[in-house]
């Protein structure tokens, strides 16, 4: 998935691994292991997407974004809430990086 993600949408396109919990109609199957969602991660780093992040795990290091040229945090995520956010002017305020998307 990860290939063709790369090949046909690009290397910038978000990718967003969501962890699934148990709730109302559906509680007989566990929780997503944050070793599977990590995992994922890595395949699609590995696959050269630039930007991936994992979701549902609260205080996880990559519910954050991260710069794909210096790996400083972008944008810091805790849960749903936006605690910092580094791009200034469509760039990665430490290496100037352009940050390609929709910033106003």
Known sequence: MCEWIKQNL?????LHFSRFSPAYKLTN???TP???LE???EIAKTAGLNYVTIGNVPGHKYNSTFCPKC????IHRLH???LENNIVD???KFC???IPGIWN
């Open 29 to 31: 199957l566990p929780s």
């Open 39 to 41: 995992k994922a991660y």
């Open 34 to 36: 944050v070793e599977t």
């Open 90 to 92: 469509k760039k990665c």
């Open 96 to 98: 100037g990086y352009e």
């Open 71 to 74: 790996r400083r945090r972008l």
């Open 10 to 14: 690009g290397q910038d396109v978000p």
């Open 80 to 82: 749903f809430q936006v």
